[in-house]
């Protein structure tokens, strides 16, 4: 798959302005020179945390594109975050996490925090200084929010936080982690039982567990954080006591889940363009396999797929960009975007024979990567209960709603005169 820049599809016009069409290019010519050259580096030393790309990242200010320019930020919206997901994951998905993982706790902190708190974090953010995690997944409770069993006690005017969190992105570049944690006794409604915390990564007490390579995004890092009394001031509080649930839930629709969407969609149409460059240059019977009505049967279901997924992705995070109820459209462009990508990414096994085996071969790296993208921000099946609410009209509450219309990051500063 070559990393040659492209333009935009004629199908995603509708979505896309001239700010975005510069940002694809500039997404584009990032990956072609930076990210493409390192893959194999990536790949051939899994134990390894990728910093170089997160770094140049970082200068280009991407870990702050949805932040506003009063901290620094590039304040572009959520179409462009997807964008740059999408691009940078069609040649690594590792790279695209490390963007996508940090993106989320900013979510969090554009919605929940106070003013003080986001000028604080947020133009370290914007200048590369200091990368985010969110860490919710605990070791026991996985991704179920109201089995967190991280505690955090209030004493004077610190909390102290014990617990383990595991699986959490960037885990090793993080400079600070934004930690959920149980605040109130048993038998209180889960809604009103966790609180969330900036815990900075040098206080005494937090360590992280060395990295481990998992099946696929070699180079980005999703480890565990283990608290054992750590203090962090009053002040470290996101949002209200007892609001975490609302902080993690948000953080997981509006920014989680159009993140994984775009990754997705980046090895999906990396898959497809791998494919066809296959089976055009591929001789057989006076022709090449490109020529051969079966298998061309089965690369046209790849495309429609591969379309349907990128209008998809495109449409909720615009829709989301215009302040419009569209919950139900995230999580639908996470759920169908991995499942198509998937069932694209094992077509292509199939496809390329024998030689899609090969250690050094892009199509088994890629098939490996997708699977990447299925637990985090809630499985298919927890997809499928949520859209099952929407057709039922059972949950009329949007985040999207909600969040778009209070847009209280956007105001000037409500303390100046």
């Known amino acids: ?10 199908a995603l016009r509708p979505y896309l302005t001239a700010r975005h069409d510069l940002l694809w290019q500039e997404a584009d010519a990032f990956a072609a020179e930076y990210v493409a050259p390192r893959v194999a580096r990536m790949e051939a030393a899994p134990g390894r945390v990728e910093r170089k790309v997160a770094d140049l990242m970082a200068a280009r200010g991407w870990f702050a594109v949805t932040v506003p320019a009063v901290f620094g930020g590039l304040g572009a919206g959520h179409v462009a975050r997807t964008v740059l997901v999408h691009r940078i994951a069609r040649v690594s998905a590792a790279a695209a996490a490390i963007l ?10 554009l919605h929940f925090a106070t003013y003080e708190q986001k000028g604080r974090w947020l133009p370290r953010v914007a200048d590369g200084s200091v990368l985010l995690s969110i860490a919710v997944t605990e070791p026991l409770a996985g991704g179920h929010i109201g089995g967190i069993e991280t505690t955090a006690e209030r004493a004077g005017n610190e909390w102290v936080i014990t617990g383990s969190k595991i699986h959490i992105g960037n885990s090793h570049l993080a400079g600070a982690h934004l930690v959920v944690a149980r605040t109130a006794r048993p ?27 998992g099946l696929g995004l070699h180079g980005f890092s999703a480890g565990r954080l283990d608290l054992d009394h750590v203090r962090v001031p009053a002040d470290n509080v996101v949002g209200e ?17 159009p993140n994984l969407a775009a990754v997705s969609l980046g090895i999906h149409e990396a898959v497809v363009d791998t ?3 296959r089976l055009k240059t591929r001789p057989r019977y006076q022709g090449a396999l490109s020529d051969l009505p079966v298998l061309r049967d089965r690369v046209g279901g790849m495309e429609a797929r591969l379309r349907a997924a990128r209008i998809l992705s495109y449409q909720a995070v615009h829709l989301l960009d215009h302040g419009l109820p569209c919950d139900a459209d995230l999580i639908n462009s996470k759920y169908l975007g991995h499942q198509w990508a998937v069932q694209s990414a094992q077509d292509a096994m199939k496809l390329h024979g024998a030689h899609a085996l ?36 059972e949950d009329h509450f949007q985040w999207s709603e909600r969040l778009a219309a209070e847009a209280a990051w956007a105001r000037p500063d409500p303390t100046a005169a």
Not at 100 to 109: E, F, N, Y
Not at 187 to 213: C, I, K, N, Y
Not at 251 to 256: F, H, K
Not at 365 to 373: E, G, K, S
């Open 275 to 277: 494919t066809t460059a």
């Open 187 to 213: 038998g209180v409604s889960t809604s009103q039982a966790l609180t969330a915390f900036m815990v900075e990564a040098d206080r005494p007490g937090l360590s992280v567990s060395d990295h481990r390579a």
């Open 100 to 109: 996508q993982a940090t993106l989320i706790p900013v979510g969090a902190l």
């Open 1 to 10: 798959m070559s990393a040659t820049p492209t333009t935009p599809p004629p």
């Open 358 to 393: 090969d250690g050094d071969y892009i199509v088994q790296r890629l098939w490996r990567d997708i699977q990447h993208t299925y637990p985090p921000a809630g499985t298919g099946e927890v997809q499928r209960i949520r859209l099952a609410d929407a057709a039922f009209a």
């Open 241 to 257: 006591i007892g609001q975490g649930l609302a902080v993690a839930q948000s953080s997981s629709i509006l920014y989680g889940r």
